[in-house]
């Protein structure tokens, strides 16, 4: 017993006087430990070399999820690019002008199209990520934050929408233009919420594939992100000159209504039978939604995302089923987007196509989208008794880029603990964008 006890202290001892400077071993890409990620790195980058990916969905995630951990985690170090959503500005544009310079051979980009189109990996993360956040959304704040945000959202939107169409117009854009492939896309709720979901609407209707319409959808989402984080930055630092203008954090000037919003829920214990039961409820869904399309002549995304809203209110989903697809969702949010992304960079965002959307024009009225969106919720703010700093930001993250915009937006304000506010104003302000712009464009194109 002595000497477990002598080896023991030994053993502490000269844990406590190693060094604790640098250690690779400390630094992860993604969830991978560094040294790993390097040998499964030169391990897939020889495969793909020499033309021996195996092609099939194995292939295919070798290669995206390779790729996108290590460009999310540059994007994440890079300054000033982390804060204005490095990680999906690097996943999608440098696999693109990888495939512009014919950087990948035949075999590796064949695996990756198994991957992503004949297997429509796309689907199953647009159903994954649009269900299981709404169904994980915690309903009384889902309600109350909806009664709250009501009023600024729909006048915030509709603000954006006549500003932005206007400052289209005496720049050359068509009004269609401006509102389906600018606006639509900025106040849609990121990429996986609502570029996606829209590229496949798009396609349903107007009968392209949804690449050529995420090529043009996703450069307006990254501009608004970006004028929506420097918003939030200038709220901020206006909020500390006007005090009376500022909240501190909390949104509305009754006591009682913050705390409903303030109080934190468990930590719910991740069951991976409720997380078979989730997806499976998620694939239905899908599949849900396609049928009624066939009735209803509406695409099926859109239908999915209006059925998930009405079941969340509706309790219709029993809470362990509701429980088990939000904890799919997570693990998809946390471990597939990004890769996503490198796939859709290396089949559906041809380089030449985000080139010729840009232009001084086009920056000009995704700012105008976003700022008009923030000016009217400042100045409502004091008739709805909120403070205008804080109504200002939460309607902001209206124009970012999902979850991740969220973070972003409320942090470069030092705001999170509008987290739930931000939460309703992405993703129920983004579905209902989503719909109505889907339902406009099937009447506009009968």
Aim: net charge positive; hydrophobic share 55%.
């Amino acid at each position: 017993m002595k000497n477990a006890k002598a080896e023991m202290m030994s053993e502490n001892m000269l844990a406590a006087s190693a060094p604790t400077g640098f250690s690779l071993n400390k630094i992860q890409i993604g969830s991978v430990p560094f040294i790993l990620f390097l040998a499964i790195g030169v391990v897939v980058f020889i495969a793909a070399y020499a033309g021996y990916l195996p092609k099939n969905m194995i292939g295919g995630f070798a290669v995206i999820m390779t790729m996108g951990f290590l460009l999310a985690h540059i994007g994440r170090l890079i300054p000033v690019l982390k804060d204005v959503g490095g990680p999906a500005i690097l996943c999608l544009m440098v696999p693109s002008v990888l495939v512009y310079f014919h950087m990948f051979n035949a075999n590796t980009l064949d695996t990756v199209k198994l991957l992503m189109k004949d297997a429509n990996f796309l689907y199953f993360v647009i159903a994954s990520l649009v269900v299981g956040s709404i169904l994980g959304m915690n309903r009384v704040i889902l309600i109350q934050g909806m009664v709250r945000m009501f009023i600024p959202l729909v006048i915030g939107t509709f603000t954006a929408v006549v500003t932005g169409l206007l400052v289209g117009k005496l720049f050359g854009y068509t009004f269609y233009h401006t509102f389906f492939f600018i606006i639509v896309p900025i106040i849609g709720g990121g990429i996986g919420e609502g570029i996606l979901p829209l590229s496949l609407a798009y396609s349903s209707i107007l009968g392209q594939t949804p690449d050529v319409y995420v090529a043009q959808l996703a450069p307006a989402a990254v501009v608004g992100n970006i004028f929506a984080i420097i918003c939030a930055g200038v709220l901020a630092r206006l909020g500390t000159v006007r005090r009376d203008l500022n909240g501190n954090g909390n949104l509305v000037r009754n006591a009682d209504d913050n705390a409903i919003f303030s109080v934190k829920e468990a930590p719910k214990v991740i069951d991976f039978h409720l997380m078979g039961g989730g997806l499976l409820l998620i694939c239905t869904f899908f599949i849900v939604g396609g049928l009624f399309e066939k009735v209803v002549h509406i695409p099926g995304p859109v239908l999915m995302i209006l059925i998930a809203v009405m079941c969340k209110y509706g309790r219709v989903i029993p809470e362990s089923m509701e429980t088990g697809a939000n904890s799919f969702y997570k693990f998809v949010s946390s471990s597939l987007v990004w890769p996503l992304m490198i796939g859709l960079g290396m089949l559906y965002v041809p380089l030449e196509s985000v080139v010729a959307v840009f232009s001084v024009g086009y920056v000009v009225v995704c700012a105008s989208v976003v700022m008009s969106m923030a000016l009217i919720s400042f100045f409502i703010a004091p008739y709805l008794k909120m403070y205008p700093i804080e109504a200002s930001i939460v309607t902001s993250c209206h124009s970012g880029l999902g979850g991740t915009g969220d973070v972003a937006i409320l942090s470069a304000s030092n705001r999170m603990s509008l987290m739930p506010f931000a939460q309703i104003a992405t993703r129920i302000g983004g579905a209902s964008t989503v719909i109505c712009a889907t339902l406009l464009m099937s009447w506009i194109m009968r």
